[in-house]
């Protein structure tokens, strides 16, 4: 499975920004998807998941802010990110692994050993 994200940028703060992740590959129904971000001298930071059942989980630090979405039939991932803060800027990665719930994928997407795969990432400044 191949990701890759677009749609960052530079935003001045409560603005907003609207990631993509685009999946190929073979992706199968129990598939879960996710988004996290690693900003400068910081460790990475989970931020939304969304599972095969429709089911999403969202970092406190988000929730209310970012949205994760995703059109199956294009295979492509999203996040809204919406009321944007300068503690925002950061590079945002998007992940897929399976079989996890979107509760349990979202403690497990920042291990490389543990979630099957992550794109490159895109940047995003807030200012």
């Known amino acids: 499975v191949q990701l890759v994200e677009s749609g960052g940028g530079s935003v001045q703060a409560g603005g907003s920004l609207r990631l993509s992740c685009a999946a190929s590959?073979?992706?199968?129904?129990?598939?879960?998807f996710g988004w996290f971000r690693q900003g400068p001298r910081k460790e990475r930071e989970a931020l939304a998941t969304l599972d095969f059942s429709g089911s999403t989980a969202y970092a406190d630090s988000v929730k209310g802010r970012f949205t994760i979405s995703r059109d199956a039939m294009k295979n492509i991932l999203y996040l809204q990110m919406d009321n944007l803060r300068p503690e925002d800027s950061a590079t945002y990665r998007c992940?897929?692994?399976?079989?996890?719930?979107?509760?349990?994928?979202?403690?497990?997407?920042?291990?490389?050993?543990?979630?099957?795969?992550w794109g490159q990432g895109t940047q995003v400044t807030v200012s």
């Open positions: 992940a897929a692994s399976w079989g996890l719930t979107a509760k349990t994928a979202l403690g497990s997407i920042v291990y490389p050993d543990q979630f099957g795969y």
């Open positions: 590959g073979r992706i199968y129904n129990n598939y879960v």
